[in-house]
Nanobody, 116 residues
């Protein structure tokens, strides 16, 4: 029903910035919420940020609050994660995610590596 494709990951030095994108296609009218998750080697997948499409309210994980911003461009059917003041501990594969009724939809992930 929904296809999600992430882009924008790469290598960056500590203190730098990246902007991740998640392009959605398919039954996008059924999406109420979208989220960014990340997973580092040896760690559990972690919820980074969530946006409610009606109203635009957002929530952030404590470790990224004040540094990352989640947003959405409805005209482009794209969700973004602006990542500022990156730290080595932000290194992970970042995934976009949504739930429609009972089904979970995930993108393929994009690698973010922060060096110091």
């Amino acid at each position: 029903q929904v296809h999600l494709v992430e882009s924008g990951g790469g290598l960056v030095q500590a203190g730098g910035s990246l902007r991740l994108s998640c392009a959605a296609s398919g039954s996008i009218a059924r999406i109420n919420n979208m989220s960014w998750y990340r997973q580092a080697p040896g760690k559990q997948r972690e919820l980074v940020a969530t946006i409610v499409l009606n109203g635009g309210s957002t929530d952030y994980g404590e470790s990224v609050k004040g540094r990352f911003t989640i947003s959405r461009d409805a005209a482009k059917n794209t969700m973004y994660l602006q990542m500022n003041n990156l730290r080595p501990e932000d290194t992970a594969v970042y995934y976009c995610h949504t739930i429609i009724y009972f089904a979970n939809y995930w993108g393929q992930g994009t690698q973010v590596t922060v060096s110091s």
